[in-house]
């Protein structure tokens, strides 16, 4: 049977890293976030594998039996990156939702959030690591990563500027997420209901998207490291 993301139970808490330098809780809101796509994704599979061609690149032979909290948890601990990142890493996952056809699902959630914080971790800090690292701690091999990273950017049109008002918004819809109820999907078969506490934050996100500046960074070369 294959496994459902959305389903998998966290086996780490956000209280084992609260304490560490860096830690906001917008990670928790992220979290909870990206985790409604998938549920929402996974609904739209229906069970089944995805086939779209664009989307071959990101998905996972089989989905990774790690829930989205334990796994930004991971990037969170190892990645080193600031609380920014996390913000930026968002926006960047949101911005290629809204260019391309593709889903958050099972099969691909993992490797996309891998992407955009290694694009995230590169734009927004001044000290980051190599992209042999970053693989090495999101569990798939460095060429993979940089094939992502550079389809990543291309499906974004390498608009990657984020305005302080943006960033502001962003972390405040992350907050918000954070503060909602806790929320797991017990039947990841069955649409959300209307009453899930982060339809609102996740139409908050997404619908911001059609905003954005269309300010690009001006960068024509690849980040891959």
Not at 169 to 185: E, G, I, N
Request: proline share 5%.
């Amino acid at each position: 049977m294959t496994v459902q993301v959305a389903t998998v139970p966290s086996k780490k808490s956000f209280d084992e890293i609260a304490g560490l330098e860096g830690y906001s809780p917008c990670l928790q809101g992220a979290a909870r976030l990206l985790m409604s796509l998938v549920a929402k994704g996974d609904h739209k599979l229906k069970g089944a594998r995805p086939t779209d061609d664009d989307s071959l690149m990101y998905n996972g032979v089989e989905p990774a039996p790690v829930s989205v909290q334990d796994y930004l948890i991971r990037l969170f601990k190892y990645g080193l990156a600031t609380p920014e990142v996390y913000v930026h890493m968002v926006v960047y996952m949101g911005r290629f939702r809204s260019r391309t056809s593709i889903e958050f699902h099972s099969y691909n959630i993992h490797r996309l959030m891998l992407t955009a914080f290694t694009i995230a971790a590169k734009l927004r800090d001044d000290v980051y690591y190599s992209n042999k690292y970053y693989a090495k701690i999101g569990g798939i091999a460095v060429d993979d990563l940089n094939r992502m990273e550079h389809a990543f950017l291309t499906h974004c049109n390498w608009e990657l500027f984020v305005s302080e008002e943006e960033h502001a918004m962003f972390t405040d819809a992350l907050m918000d997420a954070q503060r909602a109820p806790s929320h797991t999907p017990t039947t990841p078969k069955a649409p959300l209901p209307k009453s899930n506490p982060f339809r609102a934050v996740k139409n908050n996100v997404l619908s911001s998207l059609r905003k954005l500046s269309q300010r690009s960074n001006g960068s024509s070369q690849c980040l891959s490291t």
